[in-house]
């Protein structure tokens, strides 16, 4: 008999019986086997299909209510749900911060995605959106009259362009970018004097592109804005390979 070769193995992962419960129930909602508003079996009926016991089938729907994939309705029954753009933004912003991206790293991304927005803006924003616009413009004038920071408005403003884009992917791509950038803004304000004006003509410019369904000069304008904002970060001192940091609770979601 000639002799056993080597293998080269790996340990074999025995998952948790509440994580097999969890992955093949996350695997039927996003293959769309069961769909938003669709309700979930109770939970006895549950554990009577996968063969465990109760505790183990609560401990997966945890799981799936912590990623927004499920929700209570009324008689406490479980039904499948869409994660809003608000759960899901600061997770990944917390994944970005935790990996010590920067400013510039942010920028570089944000140039890209925000021109791209106003422009979509101006092909499909309706009245309601631009109502939205004006009400922030117009307490964003109020807010620099009282000399106060319009920092968490500039991040609204671009949250309410990309909404009126009408583009689930760029809406959900750009807001934990937006929310990383807050606290820059935050920190540009007070140490450029101009930066509350400059924000203002550019916003103003802005929404009268989107209005007019101007697509290029939307662009244009939206373009300028972030390149502005970094000649502003540069302006103040700050550096733009330091690490981001996530804003604090009270601060606004997206950006």
Known sequence: MGDTPELELRRVQVHAAYEQV?????????????????????????????????????????RLESEGLVRRASGRRLVVAVPSYG??????SRALAMSQV??????????????????????????????????????TGETLRAGRSPARLDTEFQRLVAQSAKNRALEL?????????????????????????RLLVAHRRIYEAIRDRDED??????????????????????????????????SPPGG
């Open 22 to 62: 969890w992955r093949e129930l996350e695997k039927r909602i996003l293959d769309g086997t069961l769909q938003a508003g669709d309700r979930l079996p109770t939970e006895m009926e549950l554990a009577q299909r996968f063969g465990v016991n109760r505790s183990t089938v609560r401990e997966g729907i945890r």
């Open 87 to 92: 759960d899901l933004a600061p997770r990944t």
């Open 102 to 139: 920067s400013f510039l790293e942010l920028w570089q991304v944000a140039v890209v995605m925000e021109p791209l927005a106003a422009r979509l803006a101006a092909a499909n924003a309706n009245e309601a959106d631009l109502a939205e616009m004006r009400r922030n413009l117009e307490a």
């Open 173 to 197: 791509s750009r807001e934990p970018i937006g929310l990383l950038l807050y606290p820059a803004l935050e920190a540009l304000i007070p140490l450029v004097p101009q930066a509350g004006e």
């Open 217 to 250: 000069t939307a662009y244009h304008w939206m373009h300028k804005h972030v390149v502005d904002f970094r000649r502003g970060y540069e302006l103040a001192g700050l550096p733009l390979d330091a690490p981001v940091r996530m804003p604090e609770p009270a």
